[in-house]
Antibody
Framework: EVQLVESGGGLVQPGRSLRLSCAASGFTFDDYAMHWVRQAPGKGLEWVSGISWNSGSIGYADSVKGRFTISRDNAKNSLYLQMNSLRAEDTALYYC??????????????WGQGTLVTVSS | DIQMTQSPSSLSASVGDRVTITCQASQDISNYLNWYQQKPGKAPKLLIYDASNLETGVPSRFSGSGSGTDFTFTISSLQPEDIATYYCQQYDNLLRITFGPGTKVDIK
């Protein structure tokens, strides 16, 4: 059974940093690209970032480019999102999602349950 | 960047009704268009990929069509468990992925 479990969310002050993690199991992690998608309270889905199977291709939404860094450790079956210079508008539930292909494309066939990030003073 | 519009933003229909949602891309995206269902408090679920392919295990009352810039998602006979928000999603070959704003579906 495919499982994606996010962690690392919490309350953080504007301008500070936070690192999210996603632990994957139930599939061959290094065969697939992975993504982060967020959803602000009461709002729609926003793709944040994606990384190919070997970290060779990485994409970011314009809203986070230069502040967020996606990475993965295939030996640990884990995906990460380093979030710096956080802003109030980054407040959201952050989902980890599995791509159906090795390269950064779509669709996303499995999702975690999300970890909540709240940016507030 | 490619912009996605969805219509309507919300709809209310009776059980058994045929429901149609449209998604329009600001430029040609071929068939790189997917549809997701999100129920309150839950993660999204993939229903349709590459515009018209039904994901394994998804009921056949769900379908999708279209290519280029105009796409349609249909529920042939609305069921109570279909109450959710539906999102289209596009991918371009420049590592950019966009979701539509969503369509909230309720039972009348």
């Amino acid at each position: 059974e495919v499982q994606l479990v996010e962690s690392g969310g919490g309350l953080v002050q504007p301008g500070r940093s936070l690192r999210l993690s996603c632990a994957a199991s139930g599939f061959t992690f290094d065969d697939y690209a992975m993504h982060w998608v967020r959803q602000a309270p009461g709002k729609g889905l926003e793709w944040v970032s994606g990384i190919s199977w070997n970290s060779g291709s990485i994409g970011y939404a314009d809203s986070v480019k230069g502040r967020f860094t996606i990475s993965r450790d295939n030996a640990k079956n884990s995906l990460y999102l380093q979030m710096n210079s956080l802003r109030a508008e980054d407040t959201a539930l952050y989902y980890c999602a599995k791509d159906t292909r090795a390269t950064v494309t779509t669709p996303f066939d499995y999702w975690g349950q999300g970890t909540l990030v709240t940016v507030s003073s | 960047d490619i912009q996605m519009t969805q219509s309507p933003s919300s709809l209310s229909a009776s059980v058994g009704d045929r429901v149609t949602i449209t998604c329009q891309a600001s430029q040609d995206i071929s068939n790189y268009l997917n549809w997701y269902q999100q129920k309150p408090g839950k993660a999204p679920k993939l229903l349709i990929y590459d515009a018209s392919n039904l994901e394994t295990g998804v009921p056949s009352r769900f379908s999708g069509s279209g290519s280029g810039t105009d796409f349609t998602f249909t529920i042939s006979s609305l069921q109570p468990e279909d109450i959710a928000t539906y999102y289209c999603q596009q991918y371009d070959n420049l590592l950019r992925i966009t979701f539509g704003p969503g369509t909230k579906v309720d039972i009348k």
